[in-house]
Nanobody, 119 residues
C-alpha cells in the first residue's frame, strides 16, 4: 500500500514563506511523477505544481509561477513545495499526489494539509 503523508501546514502572514513536504512510502518512489494540488473553500481542487520522476522537469500553475518551487529527493522518498511571497489567495488545503510515469491521471493522494495566509 502506497501512502502519501504531507507535513503540517500552518498560519503565515502575507508575504511569508512556508515549506511543505510529502513523504511517500510503500512503493518505488522513482516510479511516480509527483504533484501538489490545492483546494480553497468553496472552490474545486486545482493544480499547483508537478515534477517528473527524476526531477528534470517541472510545471507550475500561472498563479504560483515565480513564487513556488517544487522539488524532490529520491533518496528520502519525499517531494517538497517551497512557497514564498504567500498571499491570502493561497489559503487552501494542499494535497500531495502521485501518478505512474506513463499515465496522465494522478491516482494516489495524501490527506491534505491546511495552509492559511493572514492578510
Amino acid at each position: 500500500q502506497v501512502l502519501l503523508v504531507e507535513s503540517e501546514g500552518g498560519l503565515v502572514p502575507a508575504g511569508g514563506s512556508l515549506r511543505l513536504s510529502c513523504a511517500v512510502s510503500g512503493g518505488t518512489f522513482t516510479s511516480y511523477a509527483m504533484a501538489w494540488f490545492r483546494q480553497a473553500p468553496g472552490k474545486e481542487r486545482e493544480f499547483v505544481a508537478a515534477i517528473t520522476w527524476g526531477g528534470g522537469s517541472t510545471a507550475y500553475a500561472d498563479s504560483v509561477k515565480g513564487r513556488f518551487t517544487i522539488s524532490r529527493n529520491n533518496v528520502k522518498n519525499a517531494v517538497y513545495l517551497q512557497m514564498n511571497s504567500l498571499q491570502p489567495e493561497d489559503t487552501a488545503v494542499y494535497f500531495c499526489a502521485a501518478r505512474y510515469n506513463d499515465v496522465v491521471d494522478y491516482h494516489l493522494w495524501g490527506q491534505g494539509t491546511q495552509v492559511t495566509v493572514a492578510s
